[in-house]
Nanobody
Framework: EVQLQASGGGLVQVGGSLRLSCAVS????????IGWFRQAPGKEREGVSC????????YYADSVKGRFTISSDNVKNTVYLQMNSLKPEDTAVYYC????????????????????WGKGTLVTVSS
């Protein structure tokens, strides 16, 4: 059974940094994708970033390019989202999700193929 557990959220001031972690377990093969998504109050879910386990290809939403970095530690089975230069509009509940359908490529950020979802972690950026 695939399980994903996000952690690391909290309250941070504008311009600050946070690192989110997603503990990953249960994938049978080593070819899968882990994505970070977020949903702010009253807004639709937005794909933030995604990483493919085999090869390390990464994708980013335009809104976070240059500020957020996704990475993975295959020994710890953990995917990280380093968030720098945070803005109030980054405030949201952040979720990690997983997919074995890595062929979706950048469409993974639209949620395609994301069959496994963890509980979210709240990030609040105060001005």
């Amino acid at each position: 059974e695939v399980q994903l557990q996000a952690s690391g959220g909290g309250l941070v001031q504008v311009g600050g940094s946070l690192r989110l972690s997603c503990a990953v377990s249960g994938f049978v093969f080593d070819d899968y994708a882990i994505g970070w998504f977020r949903q702010a109050p009253g807004k639709e879910r937005e794909g933030v970033s995604c990483i493919i386990s085999r090869g390390g290809t990464t994708y980013y939403a335009d809104s976070v390019k240059g500020r957020f970095t996704i990475s993975s530690d295959n020994v710890k089975n953990t995917v990280y989202l380093q968030m720098n230069s945070l803005k109030p509009e980054d405030t949201a509940v952040y979720y990690c999700a997983g997919s074995v359908a890595t062929g979706w490529g950048s469409m993974l950020l639209e949620g395609y193929g994301m069959d496994y979802w963890g509980k979210g972690t709240l990030v609040t950026v105060s001005s």
